[in-house]
């Protein structure tokens, strides 16, 4: 399965501080993106990286992929309590790992 | 376009019920996706569709469980019968042709008593 998992499980910051997750998976992929899920609502599209880039940026999130670990990494820096939500990553087939739940404390 | 819509967002019923959840994919997109999100375990992928065809089914969980796409417009996800253990949130989501983002709907959170 193409399926990324996303570790840690849960994570508790202080605003303003940086917040960083990682997605491992397992086959060789196309691109990987990330989601954030807010309680209760669907997923959000945050980013996407494709699998000839090392990082990317948008705005305060920066992603990062390895291929040869099959690995990348989320950072959201300079984190504000609207940044309270799940994340996922999905490889190509759309499939999700179960997240990391990031809170913020004001 | 209002995205991907949902319906109903609520769903309460007895077990041992026919349940039928309904979704709308944007205008224009040509894959719709299936997903049931519990506590225990997260965000499962249940059936894909391409173009109104099924490509892969090989998330849900039994037979009980059957979905259609019979436009471009419109899929529908029956659970009959249901029970308590389906109880869960189900999302559908949607792609454009040629692309990546998928586009989630808000969800319909069913609860099987």
């Known amino acids: 399965s193409q399926q990324g998992e996303e570790d840690p499980q849960a994570l508790s910051i202080q605003e303003g501080e940086n917040a960083t997750m990682n997605c491992s998976y397992k086959?060789?992929?196309?691109?990987l993106q990330w989601y954030r899920q807010n309680s209760g609502r669907g997923l959000v599209h945050l980013i996407l990286i494709r699998s000839n880039e090392r990082e990317k940026h948008s705005g305060r999130l920066r992603v990062t992929l390895d291929t040869s670990k099959k690995s990348s990494s989320l950072l959201i820096t300079a984190s504000r309590a609207a940044d309270t939500a799940s994340y996922f990553c999905a490889t190509d087939e759309l499939s999700f790992g179960a997240g990391t739940t990031v809170t913020v404390r004001a | 376009d209002a995205g991907v819509i949902q319906s109903p967002r609520h769903e309460v019923t007895e077990m041992g019920q026919e349940v039928t959840l309904r979704c709308k994919p944007i205008s224009g997109h040509n894959s719709l996706f299936w997903y049931r999100q519990t506590m225990m375990r997260g965000l499962e992928l249940l059936i894909y569709?391409?173009?109104?065809?099924?490509?892969?089914d090989s998330g849900m969980p039994e037979d009980r469980f059957s979905a259609k796409m019979p436009n471009a417009s419109f899929s529908t996800l029956k659970i009959q019968p249901s029970e308590p253990r389906d109880s869960a949130v189900y999302f559908c989501a949607s792609t454009p042709l040629g692309g990546t983002e998928a586009f989630f709907g808000q969800g319909t959170r069913l609860t099987v008593v």
């Open positions: 569709f391409n173009n109104n065809v099924p490509i892969d």
């Open positions: 086959t060789s992929i196309n691109n």
